[in-house]
């Protein structure tokens, strides 16, 4: 149900590929509490995912953009400020890719190259977002930028490789950036560390499903779904939450403070 909680804002979404995505129902459901945003991704994920017809529910435009690249960036937000009608309220970073995960590297015999192409992709580019945006002057005061994390920023999980020092460097990238951007234009930046989900992203990680099969034992409530972690992510957005910034925010059903659960000790 909606609630008009973004009624007057706009916005740009970040890594919206298919129905999977966070980034899909975080745009969905920004729309129906009344934002106006624009929709942007790498050309290439363009062509792969299924954007378009996003867009075109929400009756809003794709922009493309590599996040890697200062120029396509500044792009984006000019065009999307033009768009929409003035400066932004919220922006959200969901891009994440290694290509050691993808060919199948081990940690253990890391390729870096590719090392360098997932810190570029997966974390860099929160910083890269975040400063075009400073110098663009491009969001208002109060606003709110979030990127997507997860718990192996501060926990070891042997599957998800050297995504998790992506991680590490975007949570620090979010408290290091929201102290100045703070200071100069009260804009706030957070992560959110979300539960395993199964977006095409996640279950490219190997042994996912046992992943997350062990990560919703764990979990006093379970994994997060996709619909809640959307509902956070528009409450970071809304002026409910302004004076929460530089935080690493847990949407995880409780995994993060759990040593052991019963579930996982019947097991044994």
Not at 46 to 66: F, Q, S
Request: net charge negative; with cysteine.
């Amino acid at each position: 149900m909606a609630n008009n909680l973004l009624e007057g804002k706009r916005g740009i979404i970040f890594g919206a590929l298919d129905e999977k995505s966070i980034a899909w129902r975080v745009a969905e459901r920004a729309v129906e509490e009344g934002a106006k945003i624009t929709l942007t991704n790498a050309p290439i994920a363009l062509r792969m995912g299924k954007i378009n017809e996003l867009a075109e529910k929400c009756n809003t435009e794709v922009i493309p953009a590599d996040a890697t690249s200062v120029e396509d960036l500044e792009n984006l937000f000019t065009k999307s400020m033009e768009s929409l009608g003035g400066k932004l309220d919220f922006v959200l970073h969901s891009i994440g890719m290694s290509p050691n995960v993808r060919k199948g590297k081990a940690y253990t015999d890391l390729n870096y190259d590719f090392l360098q192409k997932t810190l570029d992709i997966s974390a860099v580019s929160f910083h890269k977002t975040i400063q075009t945006a400073f110098k663009l002057d491009a969001m208002t005061e109060w606003g709110s930028i979030l990127g997507l994390s997860y718990i192996a920023a501060q926990r070891s999980f042997p599957g998800y490789n050297d995504m998790a020092e992506a991680k590490s460097l975007l949570e620090s990238i979010a408290r290091s950036f929201g102290y100045h951007y703070g200071v100069s234009k009260k804009v706030r930046i957070n992560t959110i560390s979300q539960s395993p989900t199964m977006t095409t992203a996640g279950t490219g990680v190997g042994g996912f499903d046992k992943f997350f099969a062990y990560a919703d034992k764990m979990s006093p409530l379970g994994n997060a779904p996709t619909d809640d972690c959307a509902n956070y992510c528009l409450m970071m957005f809304s002026d409910y939450t302004r004076m929460v910034t530089m935080q690493n925010l847990y949407h995880d059903g409780g995994f993060s403070n759990v040593g052991v659960s019963q579930a996982i000790m019947d097991k044994f």
